[in-house]
């Protein structure tokens, strides 16, 4: 723990605990939304409830060997503070000190209550107010706090436990199965036989970062995962540092060049993926010259069904072709004490297995919310642009991007927020709420039908539903909100905007059309 982090942990006992907005979570949304609101609207009192010692959130939980972005940093980093260097994919740490000296800059960092985990929140209509509950999980000790507004920011995961299927067989199994999320800093895998679970993001990550220390290891794959390797340093920002062009201006033009790449790639996956697939093999069958069999990255899906996962100058490949790992397509019939043995007949032996299965989806980081007195099932709601759900006063949760680089959508969100909290100060009011009718609601997840990932099909018991027309559809196209989030009418219909009632329960309701 940094002195500065330290210094705002000490400052829980500090002060009153009621605050104009209250944020939960400080990783890199949590701490970009609280940056937003200290540019924006400097004069409002704020707080960030933060569960763990330290910033960062994903980049802070996160240990197992090779942890990195799965998106490019100059789409991942805040649009108001650009990213350092000409590294495309930036590691963990990295990316965690990126955050902390965001915060430092902006002086969130005396913000920030550490060590409380948000286990309910409550939002009364009478007194305008949200009452949050937290717990500290080393003494057991609950604080309440108040607040006008909330900010959730805790991701879209349950930090306690990552998805872990149970394996027939897997009490005889004679060596550790680790999960990614809870990486044991002590295990050594140094001289042994590794196999790795899974072909999404983390699964490409750990093999090549494990596969000079390993003996051999091996992924283990049910299906294949499109995999596009890109290079680990941006060759143009490299050229224009050399030109000794500004930082600033060299995050601007990649900023600009990778959010219509992402774009450009995704819109060609959904409009010709016959194409999109020929594209993307061809580039993987240059990576593995005749090496590995093509096959192992075939999936039977079209580009862009499940995410797209990239690899730093393809070093997944590069350790495929040397021998140092290999690939295999199959599905476990049972564990045994020495390794795996699947339903082809095949054995995979194995001293340490790794089951990189992926992540339980949740909302809130698992708090109780409730609307005067009744609880809210996220399932049932909908989310106005993307940013707020209806019947629930007062909050937004940040949810980014599925398609593109998280940030992306959080920065848009936060600056959404930041705007809504100033149309209510300049017209009186202290409430706002996103109201839907029947028929804007639609039975598919806000993530949509277009990934079929395992972790959103397992998601949809508490993803907010998708709106059948807008503002209720959910876009997961950064130009397209852009435009809604920074330059959109906010006075809509669609909101309703109150003042808390002082002397009745029907004084100060006004509707959007006179705000």
């Known amino acids: 723990m940094t002195v500065s982090e330290r210094d705002a942990a000490g400052g829980r006992a500090m002060g009153d605990n009621h605050f104009d907005v209250l944020i939960i979570g400080a990783g890199v949304s949590g701490i970009g939304a609280a940056c937003h609101l200290a540019r924006e609207l400097p004069d409002l009192d704020y707080a960030v409830l933060e569960r763990r010692d330290r910033v960062g959130g994903t980049w802070d939980l996160f240990r197992y060997p090779g942890i990195r972005s799965d998106s490019d940093m100059y789409t991942f980093g805040y649009h108001f503070r650009p990213w350092r260097g000409t590294k495309v994919l930036a590691d963990g740490a990295s990316i965690r000190e ?6 430092d800059e902006y002086g969130v960092t005396p913000r920030i209550r550490f060590g409380h985990r948000v286990a309910h929140a409550g939002f009364s209509t009478a007194t305008g107010l949200w009452t949050v509950r937290s717990i500290d999980e080393t003494t057991g000790a609950t604080t309440e706090f108040t607040s006008r507004f909330l900010i959730g920011c805790t991701g879209y995961y349950d930090y306690d436990r990552g998805y872990r299927p ?20 002590d295990l050594d895998y140094a001289g042994k036989r590794v196999v790795v679970i899974g072909s999404g993001a983390t699964a490409v990550t750990l093999v090549p970062a494990m596969a000079d220390r390993a003996a051999h290891i091996t992924m283990l794959q049910r299906s294949p995962t499109y995999i596009l390797p890109i290079p680990a340093e941006d060759p143009v920002a490299a050229v224009l540092e050399r030109l000794r062009v500004p930082a600033p201006v060299i995050y601007k033009l990649g900023r600009v060049r990778n959010i219509a790449l992402q774009r450009g790639v995704f819109q060609l996956s959904r409009s010709r993926p016959e194409l999109a697939r020929r594209l993307l093999l061809g580039v993987v069958r240059t990576q593995l010259r005749g090496k590995v069999d093509l096959a192992h990255f075939s999936p039977a899906y079209d580009p862009w069904d499940e995410r797209l996962c990239v690899v730093p100058n393809g070093d997944l490949f590069r350790v495929l072709r040397r021998g140092q790992a290999s690939v295999v397509t199959d599905t476990i019939e049972t564990f045994t004490p020495n390794g795996i043995r699947l339903a082809s007949g095949a054995e995979l032996p194995a001293d340490v297995v ?21 609880p809210v099932a996220t399932r049932d709601r909908v989310i106005y642009k993307g940013v707020l ?10 949810l980014g991007y599925t398609n593109a680089s998280w940030t992306l959508k959080a920065d848009l969100a936060a600056e959404y927020f930041c705007r809504l909290l100033a149309h209510l100060r300049r017209h009186g009011y202290d409430q706002v709420v996103a109201r839907a009718e029947d028929a804007d609601r639609d039975t598919e997840s806000a993530f949509g039908t277009a990934l079929r990932s395992g972790y959103v099909r397992r998601a949809d018991g508490v993803i907010p539903r998708q709106g059948t027309r807008a503002p209720w559809t959910v876009l997961n196209n950064f130009y397209l909100d852009a435009v809604r989030l920074r330059y959109g009418r906010v006075d809509d219909e669609h909101l309703e905007f109150r003042r808390t009632a002082t002397g009745s329960d029907t004084a100060g309701r006004d509707s959007a059309a006179v705000a």
């Open 98 to 103: 990126y955050v902390r000296e965001t915060a």
């Open 166 to 185: 149970a394996f027939p067989g897997e009490d005889t199994f004679a060596g550790p199965i680790v999960h990614p999320q809870q990486w044991p800093a």
């Open 389 to 398: 759900m209806d019947g629930v006063p007062n909050a937004m949760f940040v």
């Open 354 to 374: 790794v089951s990189a299965t992926g992540l339980i989806v949740q909302i809130a980081g698992g708090a109780e919310l409730e609307v005067d007195g009744r």
